[in-house]
């Protein structure tokens, strides 16, 4: 746990403001981000404090998988059931706002605007899926 780290603070239900979805990974939790690039925007993120996506280890991929099933499922249950127009990914270093992992999950993917079409762009240089 970080106390400086926002997401930290949000993890642990200190940060009254924002309002945690139903999650059912208790060592993740998944809120709306507060500057939405699509009409769904969710944040999965950790409870335990890790670093961006950048401190990433082949044994962490169970961790990432679960991260992008609980986004699927945050966004089915909002009534958004296309999951082939949906992005997911993580802003890569020096990209990220805030280091402490957190997964973006954005639908409907088609109608992202322009600013979001390029600042979530697939697999580019800030922005891998």
Known sequence: YDGKCVFCRIAR???PGTALLPCEDEDLVCFRDIKPGAPHHYLV????????????????????????????????KNNFNDLNDVRM????????SIAHLHLHVLAPASQLGFFSRLYYRINSYWFIT
């Open 89 to 96: 990914g993580f802003h890569w270093p020096p990209f990220c």
């Open 13 to 15: 239900r200190e940060e």
């Open 45 to 76: 993120v950790p409870v335990k404090h890790m670093g961006n996506c950048k401190t990433l280890k082949t044994e962490h991929i169970p961790l990432v998988k679960r991260m992008m099933e609980v986004g699927k499922a945050v966004l089915q």
